[in-house]
């Protein structure tokens, strides 16, 4: 059964930084073509914050370009997401997603539990 974990999340104050990370239990990175991150803020929608493709191909939400570098280490089955100048308006629960390829056993999207992160002084 594929479980992703999450950890890294924490309280920081702004300008500072954060590493979040996303592993992967019950299957290899194989199986999956894209991954990402979201967030979601109190009272607003779930949106998306970074993704990388199989090939390594990262696209970054406006709010976060400069700020934020997605990675992926294949070796470990672990997603990351470096979050650097980190402003309040960053808080929110992060979430990971990783999207199967259809030929996998059990094709679709696999969500992470989330991790809260604060930006606060």
């Known amino acids: 059964q594929v479980q992703l974990v999450e950890s890294g999340g924490g309280s920081v104050q702004p300008g500072g930084s954060l590493r979040l990370s996303c592993a992967v239990s019950?299957?290899?990175?194989?199986?999956?073509?894209?991954m990402a991150w979201y967030r979601q803020a109190p009272e607003k929608q779930r949106e998306v914050v970074a993704v990388?493709?199989?090939?390594?191909?990262?696209g970054y939400a406006e709010s976060v370009k400069g700020r934020f570098t997605i990675s992926k280490n294949n070796a470990v089955n672990t997603l990351h997401l470096q979050m650097n100048s980190l402003k309040p308006e960053d808080t929110a629960v992060y979430y990971c997603?990783?999207?199967?390829?259809?030929?996998?056993?059990?094709?679709?999207?696999?969500w992470g539990q989330g991790t809260q992160v604060t930006v606060s002084l």
């Open positions: 997603k990783m999207t199967t390829a259809t030929w996998a056993t059990n094709p679709g999207d696999y």
């Open positions: 019950g299957s290899s990175f194989d199986i999956f073509n894209h």
């Open positions: 990388i493709g199989r090939d390594g191909t990262a």
